[in-house]
């Protein structure tokens, strides 16, 4: 079992961005230091709460401050940019890091309708019809395979190397899941936003075709996660998370001593059996829990996405999870 890292770069109340950002940087140390896979950076955009805009940045910076882990986008959001440009984004990065860079690619805005009419070109979103075609450019451009009657045949995303970075789709829904599926490329499928995949995950596995690139499929499973020594100290710190998700993600995460642990909110992080889309607890339960939910979707790796107000206790929480499955 395969454990990686998915970080939104939480911006914690009485913190700046910049903080926020550089907490990243100094979890990705961490991660590589404790034998964590990859380490994968989210997309948003006018959010207080989370402050990584533009993942190829801090991916260049994460990369630089590390030495073995895989670093990647989870994901850019392909809909507001050019293809070309995207793969020459990660040629670079490529390029400056070998054998160590992950696209992620997702068709979410990111953001909400507005934001996503100042991402785009001529302030008109692209419709998501056209999202498999950017998807199939990218391809074409980052693996030079571009066909010669193409439109833009002679064109090359640059610098060219031997190597390239590795494209995972990133899917919530059974449409971006059948579109990786269809293409023939590994499935990212983000359980923390949309649990009660896994037959759309069975499908994904049972209609893939496979592609010269990756011949058989291939899922990662993003879960969010609190780890905590005991149960008691991991309620309270999802305290924070519940409080957030209930104010619709607006603001910074709260202050733990802010919230009253035993509120409830709106949007359910309790969920019974193994498809709950939090797991929150010492240890050995989260061992457990972690592994039901991975034979549930027959996952081959798990990326664990961790949301608190205190970035040490962030640390810890994956500290805990490497112990637990015993990696590094």
């Not at 990647?72 to 995207?86: A, C, E, N």
Request: proline share 7%; net charge negative; charged share 20%.
């Amino acid at each position: 079992m395969r454990l990686s890292v998915l970080d939104q770069s939480p911006v914690p109340e009485g913190a700046s961005p910049g903080d926020a950002l550089h907490n990243s940087i100094d979890l990705a140390v961490h991660a590589d230091r404790l034998g964590y896979h990859r380490y994968w950076v989210a997309e948003h955009h006018n959010m207080e709460g989370l402050a990584g805009s533009s993942p190829e940045i801090l991916i260049g910076q994460i990369a630089a401050a590390t030495e073995r882990i895989r670093v990647g986008s989870g994901g850019v959001m392909l809909s507001h940019y050019s293809p070309y440009k995207v793969a020459e984004n990660f040629r670079v990065l490529d390029a400056l890091h070998p054998g160590r860079i992950d696209l992620g690619l997702g068709r979410a805005p990111g953001s909400d309708q507005r934001t996503a009419h100042a991402l785009a070109r001529g302030g008109v979103p692209l419709s998501v019809e056209y999202y498999p075609s950017l998807v199939q450019e990218v391809l074409h451009f980052l693996y030079d395979e571009l066909p010669a009657d193409h439109a833009l045949g002679g064109v090359r995303a640059r610098p060219l190397g031997t190597t390239h970075p590795e494209v995972w789709l990133l899917a919530s829904s059974a449409d971006s899941a059948g579109l990786a599926a269809h293409i023939g490329l590994p499935l990212g499928w983000a359980h923390f936003i949309a649990g009660g995949g896994a037959e759309v995950v069975t499908a994904y596995r049972a209609q893939y075709r496979p592609s010269s690139h990756w011949p058989d499929p291939a899922v990662s499973l993003g879960v969010a996660v609190i780890c905590a020594d005991t149960q008691a100290e991991a309620d309270r710190l999802a305290a924070s998370l519940r409080s957030w998700r209930a104010a619709g993600l607006r603001g910074p995460i709260p202050a733990t001593d802010t919230v009253d642990s035993t509120d409830e909110e709106p949007i359910a992080v309790r969920a019974a059996g193994p498809d709950k889309p939090l797991i929150a607890g010492p240890p050995a339960r989260v061992h457990e829990e972690l592994r039901a939910l991975a034979a549930t979707y027959g996952s081959d790796e798990l990326m664990i996405v961790t949301i608190c107000h205190s970035h040490a206790a962030r640390v810890r929480s994956y500290e805990l999870v490497a112990d637990a499955f015993g990696i590094g």
